[in-house]
């Protein structure tokens, strides 16, 4: 059974930096798709960032710039840094994965992720 456990989430001053993490078992990480959503009390989910199991990564046009995800495989372990953070950030976060098209991620929507964590809080504060 893939478990997805996010950490590393809290309050942070606008402007600030947030690493967040979020540990991978019960299946080869090197072989899924990865994501980042985050979602806000009353709003969709939304996606913040993907990383394939060849490397390639896609932003959301919010965080392009500010945010960078990346993945160990050693440590079978994604990660979220997230720099200049701004009160729109604040959210839950949650680490999303997905074993089709052999960890290429083609379809990255909430829909195309059958495998989530219970996510984690991100509060920015002034």
């Known amino acids: 059974q893939v478990q997805l456990v996010e950490s590393g989430g809290g309050s942070v001053q606008v402007g600030g930096s947030l690493r967040i993490s979020c540990v991978v078992s019960?299946?080869?990480?090197?072989?899924?798709?990865m994501a980042w959503f985050r979602q806000v009390p009353g709003k969709d989910r939304e996606g913040v960032a993907t990383i394939g199991s060849d490397g390639i990564t896609t932003y959301a046009d919010s965080v392009r710039g500010r945010f960078t995800i990346s993945r160990d495989s050693a440590a079978n372990t994604l990660y979220l840094q997230m720099t200049n953070l701004k009160s729109e950030d604040a959210a839950v976060y949650y680490c999303?994965?997905?074993?089709?098209?052999?960890?290429?991620?083609?379809?990255?929507?909430?829909?195309?992720?059958?495998?989530w964590g219970k996510g984690t809080t991100v509060t920015i504060h002034s």
């Open positions: 999303a994965a997905s074993p089709r098209f052999g960890g290429a991620c083609l379809q990255t929507d909430v829909y195309g992720m059958p495998y």
């Open positions: 019960g299946y080869a990480f090197s072989r899924l798709c």
